[in-house]
């Protein structure tokens, strides 16, 4: 099958939060730092990896230090330079986005996700997109969206990032009401937001991660509230089904939801645990401190 190629990711990061407090008081919760980077650095390098060309941030006040951690430091690379700091230099401009790559939409009050989506509208026009939510972040030897990507090569139409999950947690994803289950792949009927565990149709849960087709935007344009009050992206998802096939892909890697303290911890010893040079160290302090 034929898909149009994604070429554009959009990336959300004009949530408030809260769970995070008071990390995200002052300082956006996508700058969280997992061992010595920033939650959104990770968003980006994985869409770069994946094809992505065009990166679109979806912002709101507060978080001006997004769009310069992807910006050129004059200042300090000067310094570096001045030093002879090639290593740290060379650290510093991998962070840069290049020139007319980038773009920044404000979401003036945070509604939810879906609208957050839907104030990228204009810069996406009319051809499919990645979505991916920096707080969600993947552990992988090929990067998730990449993985996506095939998937999307083969089977086209929407493809939303999917893993099975215990009975008791169903209530905090969107989670799949499945028409076929191809093992990596599962064909979706429909979707339901936050589901009680008697209420889910299943145990797979959409994790943040998404290729979407234009459509989406015709569905956002509603602005019909769902749970918590807030615009859901998931809301908008029967009515794509009903337009376009509809598949969760079972991803090969490891999710941590940075958004929770635990989830955020857990990264930081799993991403410290992949760096040679930091396993032996981590060992060591978790030997000493975690007795
Ligand atoms: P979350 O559901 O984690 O919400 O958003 P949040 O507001 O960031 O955090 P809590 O629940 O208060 O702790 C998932 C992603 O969607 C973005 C967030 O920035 C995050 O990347 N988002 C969410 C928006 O951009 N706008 C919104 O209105 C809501």
Known sequence: MTSSPIRTAVFPVAGLGTRFLPATKASPKEMLVVVDKPLIQYAVEEAHASGIENFIFVTSQGKTAIEDHFDVNHALEQVLEQRGKTSELAILRESQLAPGRSAFVRQQVPLGLGHA??????????????LILADDLVLADKPCLAQMMEAYQEV????????????????RYGILDIAQDNGPY?????????????????????????????????????????????????DSFPKLIAQA???????????????????????????????????????????????
């Not at 989506?117 to 990645?130: D, E, K, S, T």
């Not at 344009?221 to 749970?227: E, I, P, S």
């Not at 955020?264 to 060591?284: D, G, I, S, T, V």
């Open 156 to 171: 086209g139409g929407n493809v939303v990032a999917v893993m099975d999950v215990a009975a008791e947690h169903v209530n």
């Open 245 to 291: 096939p509809f598949h969760g892909m079972r991803f090969i890697g490891q999710r941590f939801d940075c958004g929770l303290k635990e989830g955020w911890l857990e990264a930081n010893l799993a991403f410290a645990y992949a760096r040679p040079h930091l396993r032996e160290h981590l060992l060591k302090s978790i030997e000493k401190y975690c007795k």
């Open 186 to 234: 599962v064909k979706a009927k429909g979707v339901v937001e936050k589901p009680s565990p008697g209420e889910a149709p299943s145990r797979t849960a959409i994790v943040g991660r998404y290729i979407l087709q234009p459509e989406i935007f015709k569905i956002l344009d509603q602005q019909q509230k769902g749970k918590g009050g807030e615009i859901q992206l998931t």
């Open 117 to 130: 989506v839907w104030c990228a509208r204009h810069l996406i026009g009319n051809q499919p997109f990645a």
